[in-house]
Nanobody, 122 residues
Framework: QVWLVESGGGLVQAGGSLRLSCAAS????????LGWFRQALGKEREFVAA????????VYADSVKGRFTISRDNAKNTVYLQMNSLKPEDTAVYYC???????????????WGQGTQVTVSS
């Protein structure tokens, strides 16, 4: 079992920044990809970003490229999502998830956190 706990969400004005954290515990497996997804009210959960274990390969959704940055600290079993230039349409519950492959496919992710709310006001 892998436990993922997100933190860092909150309310921010448009144009502002937030940094989300996801701490992993339990059976943290070497080589795991950690990713971020989000789900806005009434919409399907969508991919945001993912990073390989080494951090050498990252993938982003087109909607966040150039504004969001994913990074990880494996010594702390933690992955981060730095979100800059936030827009009201970024408002959603953000979830951390773990997979064995670097992918944007939600079905490849086996472990999920409980989510953290991000609200961007206009």
């Amino acid at each position: 079992q892998v436990w993922l706990v997100e933190s860092g969400g909150g309310l921010v004005q448009a144009g502002g920044s937030l940094r989300l954290s996801c701490a992993a515990s339990g059976r943290t497996f070497s080589g795991a990809t950690l990713g971020w997804f989000r789900q806005a009210l009434g919409k399907e959960r969508e991919f945001v970003a993912a990073s390989t274990w080494s951090g050498s390969n990252t993938v982003y959704a087109d909607s966040v490229k150039g504004r969001f940055t994913i990074s990880r600290d494996n010594a702390k079993n933690t992955v981060y999502l730095q979100m800059n230039s936030l827009k009201p349409e970024d408002t959603a519950v953000y979830y951390c998830a773990a997979a064995r492959a670097t992918t944007s496919n939600i079905y490849e992710y086996s472990y999920w956190g409980q989510g953290t709310q991000v609200t961007v006001s206009s």
